[in-house]
């Protein structure tokens, strides 16, 4: 069984940055993709960024040019560099894994079946 555990999340001004980590233990997905997503209290979640096996990324257009995921295959681990943050960015961000994919990823919730338990980001004006 997977279990991702996010870290890094907390509270920072507009224009800061942040920089999320998401460990992977038990099946760590290792090749699959993986991405970051968020949501806000009454809203439905959304996915941030995604990256496949090889590095290959794709991005939410809020997000473009500000963020930027990676992640260490050999360690198991996804990041999540954030800059240029916005009161906007402001939700509870979660890492997941697509246990059936690896070359090509999609930034849709549904498809992704391996979730950690979030980690807050608050943004302020």
């Known amino acids: 069984q997977v279990q991702l555990v996010e870290s890094g999340g907390g509270s920072v001004q507009a ?12 099946y760590t997905y290792s090749t699959q993709c993986k991405g970051w997503f ?23 257009d809020s997000v473009k040019g500000r963020f930027t995921i990676s992640r260490d295959n050999a360690k198991n681990t ?3 560099q954030m800059n240029s ?25 549904g498809l992704y079946s391996a979730w950690g338990q979030g980690t807050q980001v608050t943004v302020s004006s």
Do not use: H
């Open 15 to 26: 224009g800061g940055s942040l920089k999320l980590s998401c460990a992977a233990s038990g």
């Open 78 to 80: 996804l990041t999540l």
């Open 38 to 60: 968020r949501q806000v209290p009454g809203k439905e979640r959304e996915g941030v960024a995604v990256i496949d096996r090889d590095g290959g990324t794709l991005y939410a």
């Open 85 to 109: 943050l916005k009161p906007e960015d402001t939700a509870k961000y979660f890492c997941a894994a697509d246990p059936r994919r690896s070359s090509v990823c999609y930034l849709s919730v």
